[in-house]
């Protein structure tokens, strides 16, 4: 997973509440069960024109030219809600998002989002219509920075809000670890309870197992 430590970009709004994973990726959309080649149906039900088209609806934010270098999004309340699919967070992804912002998430979509490098940025309603007040004028000038570290989001006028993140959260997102990476991390205190097991209980070890 890439990490990410600060991130600078372009955001998108599309505030809307309730934004579920089968908008995100429609289930047609997900032909494999890797995390490649999905990035073309995101959002597919919004983005083109019609159900299988491939012809741009101009009205969709991503598909209007200022928003077109997007690394990020503006939701509204209970984003990526509906099915567990991961798909939804790896399409979002490999598309470039590196963040979300929004008033709200569900809880699977949001550890999706921690799992695939993808920071979820909760902030109350005031301040989210406050940010996507100012990308909507000028989404260039008004590029948002957003740093893990010290669980900040800012805007170039000098407006910084602060977002909740957890620590286990936060170390996977800056140090790009997976679950199975972040608990590797604790490689040597696993080995060192192992070998104070075997002395103590030598009975529950196959013979000759190291």
């Known amino acids: 997973m890439t990490p990410l430590v600060t991130h600078d970009g372009i955001a998108a709004p599309l505030l809307r509440d309730n934004i579920d994973t089968d908008a995100i990726i429609p289930s ?3 032909k494999t069960t890797g995390k490649t080649g999905l990035a073309a149906g995101l959002f597919a039900g919004w983005r ?3 159900a299988g088209s491939r012809e741009p609806n101009r009205d969709f934010v991503l598909n209007q030219p200022r928003f077109a270098d997007a690394t990020i999004l503006i939701g509204g309340a209970n984003f990526g809600c509906g099915s567990s699919r991961e798909h939804a967070v790896w399409a979002l992804a490999e598309y470039g998002i590196r963040a979300v912002i ?4 569900a809880p699977i979509f949001f ?3 921690i799992r695939n490098g993808i920071v ?23 590029r948002i920075h957003i740093d893990v570290p010290a669980r900040t989001i800012a805007l170039r006028d000098g407006r910084v809000w602060a977002f909740p993140l957890e620590e286990e959260a ?6 790009g ?3 199975i990476d972040l608990t590797l991390k604790l490689d040597g205190a696993i080995a060192a309870f192992h070998a104070r097991d075997r002395e103590t209980r030598p009975w ?3 013979e000759g197992q190291k």
């Open 28 to 30: 047609r959309e997900m």
């Open 48 to 50: 083109y024109a019609s």
């Open 102 to 105: 929004a008033t709200g998430f």
């Open 111 to 113: 550890g999706n989002c």
């Open 120 to 142: 979820p940025v909760v902030l109350d309603p005031g301040a989210v219509a406050d940010i996507a007040a100012a990308v909507a004028v000028d989404p260039e000038a008004n």
């Open 170 to 175: 936060q170390a996977m997102l800056v140090e």
């Open 177 to 179: 670890l997976d679950a």
């Open 204 to 206: 529950i070890y196959l």
